[in-house]
């Protein structure tokens, strides 16, 4: 093969995507459904691109991220409150959505067996999807975004023992009840092990390990992504999802105090991989028969897309939650995966079903993918028109929703950099009365200080999101890095909030006032006053 | 994944033993490559050869990026003329030095251009932790860096398509000063517009990025050009504000994780050279190490440097760079030089890495400033007696020189900058140019005799001297962080905390700007 392959695939994969991308710019379509389209592009239509190896392991390098941020995101304790309803109706969907599917398919006039796949490969929605969205939405954290990954979660784990019972149909012996139980044991003991050793790790072993190489971020990315990579290969080799190993991965860094500024560091890497992801699942479409099937196409589609959602309403409003974290919940099931295509192939290749059927199951995927994601994408106003037009009354719940989260700071003070002269400005402000955040990428420097922190790198715009930049009534920096110093200008004057610069040096002082700082603290004109003020104290001068 | 889970754990080895052995990551990285493959635990073939290709990539697009002459200010024709020199005398010197070792004309082209250039990555670490980026010799030694990674990146077309002959090798220049031209346009009129005008999110942002990236890199293949030149202008092509610093958020873990794989699977691909090729690379190595500080010392010095912070430049960039490495990788992909050749110069940067931590320590920059002329030429001032010795007067100690003059004072100036020296004679002020952490100097300036010692030098260890010689003369010390403060209270001075000057200075700002109203409030503080 070609020695640059992969830089000619990756080449075409993100060139594609970062045009669709920019001429939707403006119409907000979700990325998933960019990626989508250029994957189809590049595939289906042009074929200038064929999957590999390597974009699969890349792909693969994606899903793992993005699930070692979820577990980033969400320490045990938050997981654990919605443990119930996400196995109540993890398995209840299922059920539902496999016995729907296949009543569908067979009043379509498909065959029994075709029936069973269709069925099955409806019953998955897609973790990846979902929670991608989620992140964007910045979401994750809220009560429907833990509901929703704990049912993936609970899915994921059905899905393992499905396919125990799969491997089952095609060799007698593993269908045996000995061999059943052997591999539900491997699961969930594989599980049970894992999860131990996260929290077993969480506990005694990361702080202190982590702790030594906090403050260089090169070590700590790195060191993190290598535990990650530790579980997923654990999970594989129990016979687990590498889904749930780089979820656990990520559980056990969540309690870190660095957490956060580990997620900032992962997630520019995950949107690579991923986007390999999404693009390249567009590239394996077939849709050879679809044509034939076009009146199925539809209907189970709509069955994915709205019979999905309703399930769900039914069993989250049951187990007491209110109707909009149900609805929310709900929402975000309403597509099928990319592990559904997967599943087909390997239908394919047994010869139990034709190529018609997993060009059906393409299209049912490309449908399902792009409307759930404007679906989850504009959410919250899908509530507010359903909840409008009455139609949630069916759902009776005696659950309360939660009362919006309050929002941040307004009108607080932001100091970048605790340096000495950061440190002595966050304690004057808060004599003075100020509400004042402090930042800094170092969680010991940050101690003892009044007011709150944010640990981060304030190269990264999302730490000063998180500091509540655009509310803020003043951001200053007395950090003596010059890139740092102008890009923080560049940002509160874009945001309209006044901006207050430690001019270190004489040198710096030309470029930080071209940015249109509002005003800079000039450390060494003071400090040489303040020496001609000790002179006069000891008489030197008078 | 299990070979990809492999390398990213020799890489956290090797990031762990740096750390540990405080010693820059590179070569260790390296280190741990080499001992995967002695482990027999190495990836494929095929992961270790996307691994490189991938790191490299973003390595050099990351460089580029990286390249804005803000950060040189007004080094940048010390810079010029540092880097210039240095790049090309180094070069010659390793290209005779190639040549008396035996190797081929072709070859030893190759191994000049990996000794000629230091390497960015480690000295700007260095610089960030001793904080001296924004020092002038600081600036000097990033212009020089810059300057030299660029022409690397330009040799690089040219060299590899020399055994094509002549022509070939100006076509090769000429299709890369071509892009180059497309870089500049882009730089200038098509990211900032893609950037600040679509208000991407970050995943955009990334995406953006990546694209022009390959883009570049498909141009270069369609110009015949190496793939590092496609790489570096794609990178150049995003280094303008406010655009590189959007970027560099979104590019630098990828760039980390990248080149955490690429330089360990780089070790892992390492054969063993012969002995032969051992005292070979031992030699270009001493080269490296021995003409270096000399070389860049001589050429700071006329461009107006201090001796000490001259010597320091020196000592700083003696080492090859990871470019040295991008060469070799790109000489093998040609099929110029071989397998050993390749290991010759990995070792000659892994050596060279390793030891610059150890060659440019304060003790080694003191031990060459012995043999430094200018501390011959000291003029011992017998004369003065009872005098306020002011060490370090730049801009912003004028007006506290002109206070004390004006008080009366005999007052005497030490200061290592050549152009302050000037000005002050000029205004008939007694001046001493030297450094004032340096014991001889402070002799002859008669600190022992002074009324009083007051020191705006800017590094807290630079004091320290200074409050041994001068026992029961006040001293005056200008410091920022409060447990510098606390050393030089311990040793009888008395530390003035800049900080915490600035600090209270700012309140009083904010409690008038409060008055006017903040958002009008627009550069109420004089300069």
């Given at each position: 093969m070609d020695e640059l392959y992969l830089l000619r695939s990756l080449g075409y994969i993100l060139i594609a995507a970062a045009v669709v991308v920019v001429l939707a710019g403006r119409l907000r379509i979700p990325s998933i459904v960019a990626y989508l389209a250029a994957g189809l592009f590049l595939g289906?239509?042009?074929?200038l691109l064929t999957v590999s190896e390597v974009i699969h392991l890349i792909a693969e390098v994606g899903i793992a991220l993005l699930l070692f941020l979820v577990g980033l995101e969400l320490s045990l304790d938050r997981i654990r409150d919605v443990g119930r309803v996400a196995v109540l109706a993890g398995i209840g969907q299922v059920v539902f959505t496999a016995a729907g599917g296949l009543l569908i398919a067979m009043v379509l006039g498909f065959t029994l067996m075709e029936s069973v796949f269709l069925g099955i490969a409806l019953t998955f929605s897609s973790t990846v999807v979902v929670v991608k969205l989620l992140d964007q939405k910045k979401e994750l954290d809220s009560l429907y975004g833990r509901i929703a990954v704990g049912i993936f979660l609970v899915q994921d784990l059905v899905v393992i023992v499905a396919l125990t019972f799969l491997a089952g149909l095609g060799d007698p012996d593993a269908l045996s009840a000995a061999g059943l139980s052997l591999g539900l044991g491997r699961a969930f003991g594989g599980m049970a092990l894992l999860l131990a050793a996260a929290l077993l790790a969480a506990r005694y072993v990361l702080p202190r390990v982590f702790a030594w190489v906090a403050d260089s971020p090169e070590p700590l990315l790195i060191w993190s992504l290598c535990w990650c990579f530790i579980f997923v290969i654990s999970a594989e080799v129990l016979g687990l999802s590498l889904e749930i190993g780089a979820f656990l991965a990520g559980i056990s860094l969540a309690?870190?105090?660095y957490s956060h500024e580990l997620q900032r560091r992962v997630h520019p890497l995950m949107n690579f991989f991923l986007a390999v992801f999404f693009v390249s699942l567009g590239v394996q479409?077939?849709?050879?028969?679809a044509l034939e099937h076009a009146v199925p196409a539809i209907v189970l589609s709509l069955f994915v897309l709205l019979g999905n959602p309703f399930i769900f309403m039914f069993i989250i409003t049951k187990t007491g939650y209110g109707r909009r974290t149900s609805f929310l919940t709900s929402v975000t099931v309403a597509q099928i995966s990319e592990f559904s295509f997967i599943f087909a192939a390997m239908g394919l290749a047994t010869g139990l079903i034709d190529d018609s059927i997993l060009s059906l199951i393409g299209v049912i995927g490309v449908v399902t993918i792009a409307a759930s994601s404007y679906m989850i994408l504009y959410n919250h106003e899908l509530y507010g028109v359903a909840s409008r037009t009455g139609l949630?009354?069916?759902?009776?719940?005696a659950g309360e929703d939660p009362s919006p989260a309050a929002s941040g700071s307004t009108g607080h003070v932001i100091v970048v950099g605790m340096n000495a002269l950061g440190r002595r400005l966050v304690e004057l402000l808060s004599e003075r009365g100020e509400t004042v955040i402090a930042v800094d990428t170092d969680p010991h420097k940050l101690e003892g200080l009044p007011g709150s922190a944010v640990i981060g790198s304030?190269?990264?715009f999302a730490v000063l999101e998180e500091a509540d930049l655009s509310r803020a009534r003043l951001l200053i920096s007395a950090l003596q890095i010059e890139d740092t110093n102008i890009l923080l200008t560049w940002w509160g004057r874009k945001l309209g909030v006044p901006v207050s610069i430690h001019?270190?040096?004489?040198?710096?002082?030309d470029d930080l006032e071209a940015t249109g700082a509002?005003?800079?603290?000039y450390s060494k004109n003071t400090g040489v006053q303040r020496i001609a003020a000790e002179l006069r104290r000891v008489g030197v001068l008078d | 994944m299990a070979g990809l889970a492999i390398l990213l754990a020799g890489a956290a080895v090797g990031l762990g033993l740096a750390r540990w052995l405080k010693l820059p990551a590179i070569p260790l990285l390296i280190v741990a490559g080499v001992l995967l493959s002695l482990a027999d635990v190495l990836p494929p073939a095929e992961l270790l050869q996307d691994s490189l290709l991938l790191g490299l990539t973003f390595l050099v697009f990351l460089s580029g990026v990286e390249l804005?002459?803000?950060?040189v200010g007004r080094q940048r024709r010390a810079a010029l003329q540092v880097g210039a020199a240095q790049f090309f005398i180094l070069g010659g010197l390793g290209l005779i030095a190639s040549l008396a070792l035996g190797f081929a004309l072709a070859q030893a082209m190759y191994l000049a251009l990996a000794l000629s250039a230091s390497s960015t990555l480690v000295v700007v670490r260095i610089l960030r932790s001793r904080k001296q980026m924004f020092e002038p010799f600081g600036r000097l030694v990033i212009g020089v860096l810059l300057l030299q990674d660029l022409l690397v990146i330009l040799l690089i077309p040219a060299v590899v398509r020399v055994p094509e002959g002549a022509v070939a090798a100006v076509t090769g220049l000429a299709a890369a000063l071509a892009l180059t031209g497309l870089a500049l346009v882009t730089l200038r009129w098509i990211t900032p517009l893609i950037v600040t005008r679509l208000s991407l999110d970050d995943e955009g942002t990334l995406l953006v990025a990546l694209a022009i990236l390959f883009a570049y890199l498909g141009l270069a293949e369609l110009l015949n050009l190496p793939l590092v030149a496609g790489a570096f202008l794609a990178g150049v092509s995003l280094s303008a504000f406010p655009v590189s610093g959007i970027m560099r958020a979104q590019l630098n873990s990828l760039s980390d994780f990248f080149a955490a794989l690429f330089f360990t699977a780089l070790g892992g691909s390492l054969v063993l050279p012969s002995l032969a090729g051992l005292a070979q690379a031992g030699v270009l190595a001493a080269v490296v190490l021995l003409a270096t500080p000399p070389l860049v010392t001589m050429v700071a010095e006329r461009a107006g440097h201090s001796a000490r912070s001259a010597i320091e430049s020196g000592l700083l960039l003696a080492q090859t760079s990871e470019f040295s490495l991008i060469v070799g990788l790109q000489a093998l992909a040609f099929g110029h030089i071989d397998q050993e050749i390749f290991s010759i110069i990995a070792l000659i940067t892994v050596a060279t890495m390793i030891l610059t931590p150890f060659i440019s320590t304060d003790r080694a920059t003191w031990r060459l400033m012995a043999f430094h002329p200018v501390r011959r030429g000291l003029h011992v001032r017998?004369?003065?007696?009872d005098h306020v010795l002011l060490l370090g007067c730049g801009d912003n100690g004028m007006p506290l020189l002109e206070t004390l003059v004006s008080a009366g004072h005999e007052v005497l100036v030490v200061d290592d900058d050549p152009a302050v020296i000037e000005r002050l004679r000029e205004g008939e002020v007694p001046a001493i140019r030297?450094?004032?952490?340096d014991l001889e100097v402070l002799r002859a300036a008669g600190a022992t005799r002074a009324r009083l010692v007051i020191s705006t030098m800017?590094?807290?260890?630079?004091?320290l001297a200074l409050l041994d010689l001068v026992q029961g003369v006040p001293v005056v010390v200008r410091v920022f962080e409060p447990d510098d403060a606390a050393a030089i209270s311990l040793r009888g001075g008395t530390p003035i905390l800049y900080s915490h000057a600035a600090a209270d200075e700012f309140v009083r700002w904010l409690a008038q700007a409060d008055k006017v109203g903040l958002d009008r409030e627009r550069r109420a503080h004089p300069r």
């Open positions: 289906p239509v042009s074929g309690q870190l105090p479409m077939e849709f050879g028969g949630l009354r069916i759902f009776s719940t304030a190269d990264h001019a270190f040096d004489q040198s710096v002082v509002n005003h800079l603290i | 804005s002459p803000r950060r017998e004369d003065l007696h030297g450094d004032g952490a800017r590094r807290p260890q630079d004091h």
